[in-house]
Nanobody, 124 residues
């Protein structure tokens, strides 16, 4: 059974930083792309970043240059380093993967599993 568990969210001032973690189990983590999605208040899910086994990381334009995705295959964990946070980054952040049938979509991209999320609130 696939499990994704996010952690690391919190309350941070504008310009601050956070590191989110997502620990995975139930599949061969190292072989699969991992994704970070977010849902801002009153908005739908949006893609934030992707890290694939054999491709460079990818980022949404809104976070490029501020967020960094990384992974530790030995720990089956994917990270998202959030720097230079602003109010528009306030959201529930989810990690996701595609493993087997997809169950939800964000635009044209569909995913199989996501975690319960970790809340990031940027406030002064």
């Amino acid at each position: 059974e696939v499990h994704l568990v996010e952690s690391g969210g919190g309350l941070v001032q504008p310009g601050g930083s956070l590191t989110l973690s997502c620990t995975a189990s139930g599949f061969k983590f190292s072989a699969y792309a991992m994704y970070w999605l977010r849902q801002r208040p009153g908005k739908g899910l949006e893609w934030v970043s992707t890290i694939s086994p054999n491709r460079p990381p990818a980022y949404a334009d809104s976070v490029k240059g501020r967020f960094t995705i990384s992974r530790d295959n030995a720990k089956a964990t994917v990270y998202l380093q959030l720097n230079s946070l602003n109010f528009e980054d306030t959201a529930m952040y989810y990690c996701a993967t595609v493993f087997g049938p997809t169950t939800f979509c964000v635009g044209a991209d569909c995913y199989s599993f996501r975690g319960q999320g970790t809340q990031v609130t940027v406030s002064s």
